[in-house]
T-cell receptor
Framework: ELKVEQNPLFLSMQEGKNYTIYCNYS?????LYWYRQDPGKSLESLFV?????AVKQEGRLMASLDTKARLSTLHITAAVHDLSATYFC???????????????FGKGMKLTVNP | NAGVMQNPRHLVRRRGQEARLRCSPM?????VYWYRQLPEEGLKFMVY????????ESGMPKERFSAEFPKEGPSILRIQQVVRGDSAAYFC????????????????FGDGTRLSIL
């Protein structure tokens, strides 16, 4: 059974600081997603990482994927208050042979950026 | 270009009543997924449907829950005889047809239905 673990689950940081959060998963997959969720809202897609070594950046966020280590990181650079939200990673449990097509989510990391 | 539409946004039911949650996928999408999110938790897969077919319902509770995606109209997630533990946010996602590689394309999420059981 595929398990996805995020670390840490809660993070409080000051504006202007940097931090890296981690997402580990237990079985082989070559597609990983990062989502942002604001309270009471839906999931906003941030990144889709499709292959080993993939790195994507958008503003102050950068995501990377190491499929051999089964690890993705989300790096926050010079945090601002607007980044406060819950961040989820999700691993694609699909197969090319068909059958189940589902995402397995981590528990999420609640980020608070203090002015 | 409407996204995934879910309704209602909020639904309040008393214990023992039925809850019906609707999801209209994005235009051109033929795959629908339902997920449940408990407070302070990630989303948990419930069921994956294509038109008139349930492909994977491994995440659905065995009793009281059912889902359908008819040829015409939205996908429906139905919960009979609701209990307090059914209180959660229910999200629908959709994706288009498989690529030639056989892989599904990324899922797009709706705004969710917040179900509260009194």
């Amino acid at each position: 059974e595929l398990k996805v673990e995020q670390n840490p689950l809660f993070l409080s940081m000051q504006e202007g600081k940097n931090y890296t959060i981690y997402c580990n998963y237990s079985t082989t997959s070559d597609r990983l997603y990062w989502y942002r969720q604001d309270p009471g809202k839906s999931l906003e897609s941030l990144f889709v990482l499709l292959s080993n070594g993939a790195v994507k950046q958008e503003g102050r966020l950068m995501a990377s994927l190491d499929t051999k280590a089964r690890l993705s990181t989300l790096h926050i650079t010079a945090a601002v208050h607007d980044l406060s939200a819950t961040y989820f990673c999700a691993v694609d449990h699909s197969t090319t042979q068909g059958g189940s097509e589902k995402l397995v989510f981590g528990k999420g990391m609640k980020l608070t950026v203090n002015p | 270009n409407a996204g995934v539409m879910q309704n209602p946004r909020h639904l309040v039911r008393r214990r023992g009543q039925e809850a019906r949650l609707r999801c209209s996928p994005m235009k051109g999408h033929s795959h629908v997924y339902w997920y449940r999110q408990l407070p302070e938790e990630g989303l948990k897969f419930m069921v994956y449907l294509q038109k008139e077919n349930i492909i994977d319902e491994s995440g659905m509770p065995k009793e009281r829950f059912s889902a359908e995606f008819p040829k015409e109209g939205p996908s429906i997630l139905r919960i009979q005889q609701v209990v307090r533990g059914d209180s959660a946010a229910y999200f629908c996602a959709s994706s288009p047809l498989r690529l030639r590689t056989g892989r599904n394309q990324p899922q797009h999420f709706g705004d969710g239905t917040r179900l509260s059981i009194l």
